[in-house]
Nanobody
Framework: EVQLVESGGGLVQPGGSLRLSCVASGFAFNNHAMGWVRQAPGKGLEWVSGISASGMTTSYANFVQGRFAISRDSAKDTLYLQMNSLKPEDSAVYYC?????????????????WGQGTQVTVSS
């Protein structure tokens, strides 16, 4: 059974940082691209970032470019999202997602499994 368990969310002040983690199990983590998607209250799903199976290719939405960094640790079957210079508009539930393939995915509909999400709130 595929499981994706996120952690690391919380309340942070504008300009602060958080690191999200996603522990994966039930599939060959090293063979699949992964990504992060978010959903703010009253809004639809929004793709944030993706990373290839090898970790060599990453991609970011324009609104997080230069502030967020995605990475993965194959030894720990864990996906990360380092978030810096956070803004109130970054507040959302952040979901870890698995791709059926090995290439970076930028469409939320192309992911096949999702975690339960972790809440990020940016507020003073």
């Amino acid at each position: 059974e595929v499981q994706l368990v996120e952690s690391g969310g919380g309340l942070v002040q504008p300009g602060g940082s958080l690191r999200l983690s996603c522990v994966a199990s039930g599939f060959a983590f090293n063979n699949h691209a992964m990504g992060w998607v978010r959903q703010a209250p009253g809004k639809g799903l929004e793709w944030v970032s993706g990373i290839s199976a090898s970790g060599m290719t990453t991609s970011y939405a324009n609104f997080v470019q230069g502030r967020f960094a995605i990475s993965r640790d194959s030894a720990k079957d864990t996906l990360y999202l380092q978030m810096n210079s956070l803004k109130p508009e970054d507040s959302a539930v952040y979901y870890c997602a698995k791709s059926p393939g090995d290439a970076v995915v930028v469409e939320t509909s192309d992911y096949d499994y999702w975690g339960q999400g972790t809440q990020v709130t940016v507020s003073s």
